[in-house]
């Protein structure tokens, strides 16, 4: 089945860098790449995605990019904020309903 | 309702019983989808319902746990004679039908005594 493998677990950033979340799969047959934010106490919040037959997509601070070659996909946050602070995951999609995830990573921006 | 709603919120239980968890997805969500989440760890997927049919139930762990939909809304979660490991936080998503975007609830926090 799908493997997703997310890295890094942790990273700390200073307010204003940028920030990038690296995450590969395994099942050529994804054609779907969410990532997902989650803050202590709630659910996973959708933040943004891209489908297969894309290379990039761009929302604001967050982009988005794909490799289907390699199997690989990143979430780049420019100009961090102290309220990006949360825990990302990203997903792929290797059957209808079948969202597999990565293990998260814990996104820390200090003031 | 506004969003995905969960119940309880929280639930401590002792090992051998057994447990129910219920999702009450967004109006109109005909896709439904349980996944557990343990400490520190990503969301391991359980089980999705189109409708009140579920395709795909490979990731139930074992046969403990099972799940219904009635009425094409509201789900339960069962988890009989609860062990240890099966402390987590169990969360539940919808969607529109034909559309992968994944809309959460708050999860029950499950501890298992």
């Known amino acids: 089945g799908e493997n997703v493998e997310q890295h890094p677990s942790t990273l700390s950033v200073q307010e204003g860098d940028s920030a990038v979340i690296k995450c590969t799969y395994s099942?050529?047959?994804?054609?779907?790449f969410p990532w997902y934010k989650q803050e202590l106490g709630k659910g996973p919040q959708l933040i943004i995605d891209?489908?297969?037959?894309?290379g990039e997509k761009k929302d604001q601070r967050i982009a988005v990019t794909l490799n289907k070659t390699a199997k690989h996909f990143s979430l780049h946050i420019t100009e961090t904020q102290p309220e990006d602070s949360a825990v990302y995951f990203c997903?792929?999609?290797?059957?209808?309903?079948?969202?597999?995830f990565g293990q998260g990573t814990t996104l820390q921006v200090k003031p | 309702g506004a969003g995905v709603s969960q119940s309880p919120s929280n639930k401590v239980t002792e090992k051998g019983k057994d447990v129910e968890l219920r999702c009450d997805p967004i109006?109109?969500?005909?896709?439904l989808y349980w996944y557990r989440q343990s400490l520190g760890q990503g969301l391991e997927f359980l089980i999705y319902?189109?409708?009140?049919?579920?395709?795909?139930k490979s990731g139930l762990p074992s046969d403990r746990f099972s799940a219904e939909r009635t009425g094409g809304s509201v789900s339960t979660l069962t988890i009989q004679r609860t062990q240890q490991e099966d402390s987590a936080v169990y969360l539940c998503?919808?969607?529109?039908?034909?559309?992968?975007?994944?809309?959460f609830g708050s999860g029950t926090q499950l501890s298992v005594l």
């Open positions: 998503a919808s969607s529109l039908q034909q559309t992968p975007k994944l809309f």
């Open positions: 099942d050529s047959a994804s054609n779907y």
């Open positions: 891209i489908r297969s037959n894309v």
């Open positions: 997903a792929a999609l290797p059957a209808p309903g079948k969202l597999i």
């Open positions: 109006s109109g969500h005909t896709a």
């Open positions: 319902f189109q409708g009140n049919s579920a395709p795909d």
